[in-house]
């Protein structure tokens, strides 16, 4: 798509110039020459070819703060999206975290050439190859593989999940077939291969016969719900986040947490509460567990700090300012426990807690994992 047609779609066109996105924006409180609407107004103004090569198309995190204060209503995150797109069409990339591991794992998974293996499930947890609810697991094996050397074990939220399906007297559907949700792939641009994997998950969960998907990952969970009816057609499945399927059950009397005493605090995965709307729900789940008392960062909901990373795309000195800021705000409270409900905000938040200093230090638990715990399932291999 080229950029003036970018520009009609996201109604960039309505920018006022007057800067509450430059004001919302994260990376702009750490690197003052970031401006979002410097790139609206190249947009706008015909340099196309310039905001291609611009290194500031792949430093927005497209947490979604300037969209959702801008008082004209542009979709920036979605301006963003399809300018990156274009550029991949031209041959430019963004630079790469991770030595770009990351990036050849999903670029795999749109081949024939992986199975992605279920021995991660461990012993004593039911599966099953069809039935009615489907975990989408996404990528957090193979995130299990590049964390481990930051005492990160992003597996252990997939293992939590089936234990609180298991607990519910469901054996979830968990496919060696199934490939990354492919949001990455959309958001750095590569729309041909985000499409890919889209149609191969589509294909293995009508082949399953669920009616419901369950994501640990709001990344995921906003693929199947915004990305693939619009690029690769409706699921036609009912989509949930774990938070919510848990908030339900505990509701219901199918669920009873078990205590556990301290002081917690939530931290919003972007993708889940500002893209998606879901607040409420981890929040009463944590209000759920005996003996926990949940405290609110100055932060949060709608107005939540980005974990500071996204798509494993650029990650620079202002990142990490990004994060130390949010975990300072978070032991700011008096909690002793950051919850989040996002395996990669987890994995983020976690790797600047390896490099820095003491006063960024608190332990931090995925949501799936904690309840996971609360039920007495979290001690099987």
Not at 2 to 8: N, T
Not at 95 to 118: F, P
Not at 281 to 293: C, N, Q, W
Not at 341 to 370: F, N, W
Request: charged letters at 25%.
């Amino acid at each position: 798509m080229d950029v003036e047609k970018i520009v009609q779609k996201t109604k960039a066109y309505y920018c006022l110039d007057c800067g509450i996105c430059t004001g919302s924006c994260p990376i702009s409180r750490v690197n003052p020459r970031f401006s979002p609407r410097l790139v609206v107004e190249k947009a706008l103004l015909g340099f196309g070819g310039e905001i291609m090569e611009d290194k500031d198309l792949w430093a927005c995190l497209t947490c979604g703060a300037c969209a959702q204060r801008c008082p004209a209503s542009v979709g920036y995150d979605q301006f963003i999206w399809g300018l990156r797109g274009t550029a991949h069409g031209l041959g430019y990339r963004g630079v790469c975290t991770h030595a770009g591991v990351l990036r050849e794992m999903m670029n795999i998974q749109t081949t024939d050439l992986v199975r992605k293996s279920t021995a991660w499930v461990g012993n004593g947890r039911r599966i099953a190859q069809s039935g009615d609810t489907y975990y989408f697991v996404g990528c957090i094996p193979f995130f299990s593989v590049v964390f481990k050397e930051i005492g990160v074990e992003p597996v252990d939220t997939g293992r939590a999940a089936i234990d609180i399906l298991n607990a519910l007297g469901i054996a979830p559907v968990v496919s060696p077939r199934e490939r990354c949700c492919g949001y990455d792939m959309y958001a750095w641009g590569d729309l041909e291969g985000f499409q890919k994997l889209a149609r191969q998950n589509m294909a293995v969960i009508r082949e399953s016969g669920a009616r419901r998907v369950v994501f640990t990952c709001p990344e995921g969970y906003y693929a199947f719900r915004v990305l693939y009816p619009e690029f690769v057609g409706d699921p036609g499945v009912e989509t949930l986040h774990i938070s919510e399927l848990v908030m339900r059950a505990v509701e219901q009397g199918k669920l009873e947490l078990g205590g556990r005493e301290g002081k917690v605090t939530y931290h919003d995965p972007c993708r889940l509460g500002r893209s998606l709307g879901v607040f409420d729900a981890p929040r009463e789940v944590l209000k759920s567990i005996k003996g926990l008392e949940v405290v609110e960062m100055a932060r949060n909901r709608q107005d939540a700090l980005c974990c500071g990373s996204s798509n494993w795309v650029t990650c620079t000195s202002c990142n990490k300012l990004i994060q130390y800021e949010r975990l300072r705000e978070a032991k700011s409270t008096g909690a002793s426990l950051l919850v989040t409900a996002c395996p990669k905000c987890r994995i983020h938040l976690s790797c600047a807690m390896y490099d820095g200093d003491e006063d960024v230090q608190i332990e931090i638990k995925d949501i799936t994992t904690l309840v996971g715990e609360c039920i007495g399932a979290g001690d099987r291999g």
